[in-house]
């Protein structure tokens, strides 16, 4: 069974960066596509970026192309989301998980997916 953990928030100030990590169990990276998601306060999650399993494909969402950049260390077995010109409107809870689309700017999670604890990511001066 896929088990995924997310770490690195914290309280950061507009313009500044974070890197998330996804430590992923269970499966190994190159037979799953991984997507990162964010669950604002008072909204329904949003798809935020994806890397298909063979690494060649990824997507974003438009709110955050040009900032956030994802990337995977197969070795590792885990997944980055790096965040740069952090904005008040990325605030949220990001949370991982596998995908099952990742492809023409459609992020979806797999169905049924069980949402973890996630990071929290509070951007603000």
């Known amino acids: 069974q896929l088990q995924l953990v997310e770490s690195g928030g914290g309280l950061v100030q507009p313009g500044g960066s974070l890197r998330l990590s996804c430590e992923v169990s269970?499966?190994?990276?190159?037979?799953?596509?991984i997507g990162w998601f964010r669950q604002a306060p008072g909204k329904e999650h949003e798809g935020v970026s994806c890397?298909?399993?063979?690494?060649?494909?990824?997507e974003y969402a438009d709110s955050v192309k040009g900032r956030f950049t994802i990337s995977k260390d197969n070795a590792k077995n885990t997944v980055y989301l790096q965040m740069n010109n952090l904005k008040p409107a990325d605030t949220a809870v990001y949370y991982c998980?596998?995908?099952?689309?990742?492809?023409?700017?459609?992020?979806?999670?797999?169905?049924?997916?069980?949402w973890g604890r996630g990071t929290q990511v509070p951007v603000s001066s």
């Open positions: 998980a596998a995908a099952e689309v990742c492809a023409w700017s459609v992020i979806t999670p797999s169905p049924g997916t069980s």
């Open positions: 269970g499966s190994t990276l190159d037979y799953v596509a």
């Open positions: 890397i298909s399993s063979s690494g060649a494909r990824t």
